[in-house]
T-cell receptor, first 117, second 114 residues
């Protein structure tokens, strides 16, 4: 079974621009979560989507947004990029079926490395 | 919100020795505690997890223990090998049907010396 895929793997943008990152979850997984990883702040939760609905949101400004499609694929968007948005953006998928011991295990993709100049 | 602290931040061990990483959490509602291993240039890989109704879980050379009363959990790696060198993260989540948000510890860089 293929793992979580993220595109693109690397991205360089200029301050003020916007960017869209894409995530394809493991086949059959219905929940997609996004995390930001930086050397200073570590791994921080951005948001989670399940059945095309945002269920949880972390403490990030409104410039960070996301969505999920009917096939569970997800995108996240960052508008008006700032230098501090440079980070590794990770997507994780989980089954989230009702019941089942493994329904909440989250599996991460390789990430998208975003550099803002 | 939840706060997870992880110690030590770096750990150097001789091949064959054991490694122990400890985490504490603050939210008593947390009931799911996974551990991830991250190698350079890769995303975190789930290596073991434990739920709050279990005190210990083992998988070959890896074991995790949980003390709900003290709000801490630990990762134990026995017979360490060079390929165990990586950054390890603990996490906590008040998993429920309405969502699954992981709060991570700061990470432990483990170096296994041959």
């Amino acid at each position: 079974k293929a793992g979580v895929t993220q595109t693109p793997r690397y991205l360089i943008k200029t301050r003020g621009q916007q960017v869209t990152l894409s995530c394809s979850p493991i086949s059959g997984h219905r929940s997609v979560s996004w995390y930001q990883q930086t050397p200073g702040q570590g791994l921080q939760f951005l948001f989670e989507y399940f059945s095309e609905t945002q269920r949880n949101k972390g403490n990030f400004p409104g410039r960070f947004s996301g969505r999920q499609f009917s096939n569970s694929r997800s995108e996240m968007n960052v508008s008006t990029l700032e230098l501090g948005d440079s980070a590794l953006y990770l997507c994780a998928s989980s089954l989230m079926a009702s019941g089942g011991d493994r329904s909440y295990e989250q599996y991460f993709g390789p990430g998208t490395r975003l550099t803002v100049t | 919100g939840e706060n997870v602290e992880q110690h030590p931040s770096t750990l150097s061990v001789q091949e064959g020795d054991s490694a122990v990483i400890k985490c504490t959490y603050s939210d008593s509602a947390s009931n799911y505690f996974p551990w991830y291993k991250q190698e350079l240039g890769k995303g975190p890989q789930l290596i073991i997890d434990i739920r709050s109704n279990v005190g210990e879980k083992k998988d070959q050379r890896i074991a995790v223990t949980l003390n709900k009363t003290a709000k801490h959990f630990s990762l134990h790696i026995t017979e360490t090998q060079p390929e165990d060198s990586a950054v390890y993260f603990c996490a906590a989540s008040p998993f429920k049907a309405a969502g699954n948000k992981l709060t991570f510890g700061g990470g432990t860089r483990v170096l296994v010396k041959p």
